[in-house]
C-alpha cells in the first residue's frame, strides 16, 4: 500500500488509476467479434456450440419455471427471508424514481412529453461458483418497477451447475424467461435475437471481459446500461474516523480482484499509520488474501491531503464508484462532492450495505464515468416521446421564427412547409418544388 503526500507522487497515481482498466488483449477483442458474427449468423445453433465449448454442458438452453422453483427450494429460510427483505428496500427506493408524462397548453400550443416502459429488456447475472442473487435484485426490480413486460434472463451454468440463490432471487420476482448462456454468446443471442431468444431493445447487468465488450459491440443495435469495469472505492476521513472501519470498507474492495482500487484520502497523519497497521492485520484473515494484497499493492493508496476540501477535489477528479465520507460532520463534506456513484456518509454506512440491501442500486458507473453517468434506475427501462400540437393561429405566431432559422441553414424544404401552410402562392410554389 503507497503513501502519497507529494503533489507529484499524487498525480502519478491517479494517471495509473485511470489506466488500470486500458490495454484490452487483442485476441478477447477478436474472439469476441467473431462469437458475436457467428451468432448473428447461425443463431441458436452457435450458442449451443459456445456453451457446449465454454460451459461445458449440452442441457436446453432455456431454464423452466419448474426447474427454477426446484433449485430455489434448496436455499435456506434465512436466505429467503434476507433477499425478500432487500427486494422491499430496493423497490421501495426505486418506487420512488418513476416518471409521469406531462403536457402543457398555451397560446393554442400543446406541448409534452409521454413516459413509456422499454417493450422488452435483457438482464445478464454472472453464474458459475459465484453467487449473484443481488444482481438479479438490482437489475430486475427497476425494471419491473418502470412497467416492463418482458424480461429475459441469461446466466452461465458451467457444467451444468444451478445456483439456488441466484434462482431463488429469480423465483422471488417472478422472472419466467430465463436461458441458461454465458459469455458474449447470451449477449449477442440477446442482441440479436435467434428462434429461442427474441431480440431485446437493452440488455443491462456485469459481466467479464468478455461480457463488457460484447455489451460494447452491440451498442446500437440495442441500448446498454454501461460497461462495467473493476471495483472501486475511495474513503475522505479525518481524525475522528475508526480506523479499524476505514481498514475494513478498503479491504472490501480489494478482495474482489486484482484490478479494484481502495483509496484513503485523509488530513490526519495519525490515521494513516493506524489505517495503514489495521490494512495488514485484516488482510491476513482473509480467503482471498492473495488477490487483496495484489489489489492494495497495485491500486491502492492512502493519500495525506491539507484538509476535506482538498480531498474533495482530489475525489472528483477520480469520480469513484463508491465514495465513503467518514468525518466529523460528513453532511458537510458532501457538499464539495460532485462525481461519485454512490455517498456513503458517515461510519455506520459501510459500502456492502448498498451492495445488498439499503435500497439504492448497487449498478454503478466504475472507470471516472460517474462524471457524467448515473446508478442502473428505473429511468434506464423507459423512453420518453415528445409531443406537438398547434392550431393555425399558433402556428402562425411561430412560423416566421422558423421559416427565419431554415433559411440560416439553407434548408428550403423545411422553410417551405410554413409557406404553404401560411398561403403562400400555390404555383410560386411547384415552380420552386
Not at 419466467?176 to 454468446?185: D, F, K, L, P, T
Request: hydrophobic share 40%.
Amino acid at each position: 500500500m503507497r503513501i502519497l503526500k507529494k503533489k507529484s507522487e499524487i498525480g502519478t497515481f491517479l494517471q495509473l488509476l485511470k489506466k488500470r482498466a486500458a490495454g484490452i488483449d487483442p485476441g478477447i477483442e477478436k474472439a469476441v467479434r467473431v462469437i458475436l458474427a457467428d451468432v448473428k449468423k447461425k443463431g441458436d445453433v452457435s450458442v449451443k456450440k459456445y456453451t457446449r465449448r465454454f460451459d461445458k454442458h449440452e442441457l436446453s438452453l432455456r431454464l423452466k419455471p419448474a426447474e427454477i422453483k426446484k433449485y430455489a427450494a434448496k436455499t435456506e429460510k434465512h436466505s429467503i427471508k434476507a433477499l425478500e427483505l432487500a427486494a422491499a428496500r430496493i423497490r421501495n427506493f426505486h418506487e420512488r424514481q418513476k416518471e409521469s408524462s406531462w403536457s402543457y397548453k398555451v397560446n393554442g400550443e400543446v406541448l409534452g412529453q409521454i413516459i413509456r416502459p422499454l417493450a422488452r429488456v435483457g438482464v445478464y447475472v454472472p453464474g458459475g461458483k459465484a453467487s449473484y442473487p443481488s444482481t438479479v435484485l438490482m437489475n430486475v426490480i427497476p425494471a419491473l418497477v418502470a412497467g416492463v413486460n418482458e424480461i429475459a434472463l441469461c446466466v452461465p451454468t458451467p457444467g451444468g451447475e444451478i445456483n439456488p440463490y441466484v434462482m431463488a432471487a429469480i423465483e422471488l420476482l417472478g422472472v419466467q424467461e430465463v436461458y441458461r448462456i454465458g459469455g458474449a454468446q447470451a449477449i449477442g443471442a440477446m442482441a440479436y435475437g435467434t428462434k429461442l431468444i427474441n431480440k431485446v431493445d437493452k440488455i443491462v447487468g456485469p459481466g467479464n471481459i468478455y461480457v463488457a465488450l460484447a455489451k460494447k459491440m452491440v451498442f446500437g443495435e440495442v441500448a446498454i446500461d454501461m460497461i462495467a469495469g473493476p471495483s472501486e472505492i475511495l474513503i475522505i476521513a479525518d481524525g475522528t474516523a475508526n480506523p479499524v472501519f476505514v481498514a475494513a470498507d478498503m479491504v472490501s474492495q480489494a478482495e474482489h480482484d486484482e484490478l479494484a482500487s481502495s483509496i484513503l484520502i485523509t488530513d490526519s497523519e495519525k490515521l494513516i499509520s493506524e489505517v495503514s497497521r489495521e490494512l495488514e492485520k485484516q488482510v491476513r484473515c482473509l480467503n482471498r488474501m492473495d488477490i487483496a494484497k495484489r489489489s492494495l499493492k497495485r491500486f491502492g493508496a492512502i493519500i495525506l491531503t491539507e484538509d476535506i476540501e482538498k480531498a474533495s477535489d482530489i475525489a472528483n477528479d477520480i469520480a469513484p464508484e463508491h465514495l465513503e465520507i467518514m468525518t466529523e460532520h460528513p453532511e458537510k463534506a458532501l457538499d464539495f462532492i460532485h462525481n461519485a456513484g454512490a455517498v456513503f456518509l458517515g461510519p455506520w454506512t459501510p459500502e456492502p450495505l448498498g451492495d445488498y440491501a439499503a435500497g439504492p442500486n448497487h449498478t454503478l458507473p466504475t472507470g471516472g464515468t460517474a462524471r457524467f453517468s448515473s446508478p442502473l434506475g428505473v429511468y434506464d427501462f423507459i423512453k420518453r416521446t415528445s409531443i406537438l400540437q398547434f392550431d393555425r393561429k399558433s402556428f402562425m405566431l411561430l412560423s416566421d421564427t422558423v421559416e427565419a432559422i431554415a433559411g440560416v441553414e439553407g434548408l428550403e424544404a423545411h422553410a417551405n412547409t410554413v409557406r404553404v401552410r401560411r398561403g403562400y402562392p400555390k404555383e410560386q410554389s411547384r415552380k420552386q418544388f
